[in-house]
């Protein structure tokens, strides 16, 4: 006969902290569905995400303007520690060639045995010329005191430039670690944008902004070729009018940060390029610029005129004439005219 066996006994703690853990799952699972969100991130409308990369966009730009201002400053000290390495370094030959020349006079006084001039006197045979000498000796003496007098002023001036080099290689690397924090910031928030516009499929991504973007890229060959003629008349002189055609001519080039040209731009790069091209030199941020000339109303504009946006001064472009302007917006799009009223408003500069 076939051995029976007994069924095996479950556990009571085991089944009973199974049993716990089920309904904590089904409760957790239920308290979801109820509220329909849970922990989860909550899905953002196709116009969130826009505004967010817009926003997103405004803050790079402002670290943009912070990094090229401190780039500027960096370049600076670079070259006045430059020229105080090189102004030390010429000092330095001078200095060694008099203390050469210092050195071959006590070598010839060692080895005259110094004697005391009067037992030289009495021990010459032709006294008158040794009167002659000793005169001679005495004014070399004197031209070696005033040596001896500008070796240590040499050495003074070239401990000062030391010191001055110091000083700039201490801002230099101050400027160098603000740079690389700027980058990091800009890098981080553009980074951020690139990761919301993934989240939109092509459809999507057709938003009220871009379908602007799109308008003013497909415009751009249109105005290129119309409205220059207009704002070349209309600009304030001869150096305004070559900035704007400049700026005609970058229509279409691509936006990126710390650019100044010639075949890529950020909104400050551009104007500084745009007017360099016309020979006059403005500052490289914004917040330069816009102090660079005298400051226009809105109703007062005219083409080559400098108009500013945000609070912060952190945009910039070029007037053109009939409320639009060209500027290099942000890395969603290229050089492109654009109606004013397309960010904040915050003013206007004439700089020539």
């Known amino acids: 006969m076939a051995a029976h066996r007994k069924p095996r006994q479950r556990s009571m703690g085991g089944g009973k902290a199974r049993t716990a853990v089920t309904i904590a799952l089904a409760g957790a699972a239920t308290a979801t569905g109820l509220d329909g969100t849970g922990h989860a991130e909550p899905q953002l409308t196709p116009g969130q995400v826009k505004a967010k990369v817009d926003k997103l966009y405004q803050e790079a730009e402002v670290a943009t303007e912070k990094y090229n201002g401190a780039k500027e400053k960096a370049e600076a000290a670079g070259q006045r520690l430059k020229s105080l390495q090189d102004q030390a370094a010429r000092k330095e030959e001078r200095l060694n060639s008099a203390r050469d020349a210092l050195g071959s006079v006590a ?6 045995g110094g004697l005391d001039p009067a037992v030289q006197l009495a021990l010459s045979d032709d006294p008158d010329r040794y009167l002659e000498n000793a005169e001679f000796v005495e004014r070399a ?29 201490t801002s230099l690397k101050s400027r160098r670690a603000e740079l690389k924090q700027h980058k990091k910031t800009i890098t981080g928030k553009l980074g951020s944008a690139r990761q919301l516009l993934s989240r939109l499929g092509p459809q999507e991504r057709s938003l009220p902004g871009a379908s602007q973007d799109r308008a003013s890229r497909s415009t751009g060959a249109r105005d290129t070729l119309a409205a220059p003629g207009s704002a070349l008349s209309q600009a304030t002189d001869s150096r305004a009018a070559a900035a704007v055609s400049y700026a005609y001519q970058k229509l279409g080039s691509p936006y990126v940060w710390g650019a100044t040209g010639p075949n890529a731009f950020d909104c400050s790069g551009l104007v500084q390029a745009a007017y360099r091209a016309a020979g006059v030199s403005l500052p490289r941020t914004t917040y330069s610029q816009i102090a660079a000339g005298r400051r226009v109303s809105r109703s007062e504009l005219l083409p080559g005129d400098l108009v500013f946006f945000y609070a912060g001064i952190s945009h910039v472009g070029i007037y053109v004439g009939n409320g639009r302007m060209i500027h290099a917006p942000n890395p969603s799009a290229p050089v492109r005219v654009a109606p004013l009223d397309e960010m904040p408003y915050a003013g206007a500069t004439r700089v020539v």
Request: glycine share 8%.
């Open 141 to 169: 003496g004197s031209r070696q005191n005033a040596a001896v007098a500008g070796v240590r002023k040499q050495l003074r001036e070239i401990e000062q430039l030391r010191g001055a080099a110091h000083i700039e290689l």
């Open 107 to 112: 070598a010839a006084q060692y080895r005259a």
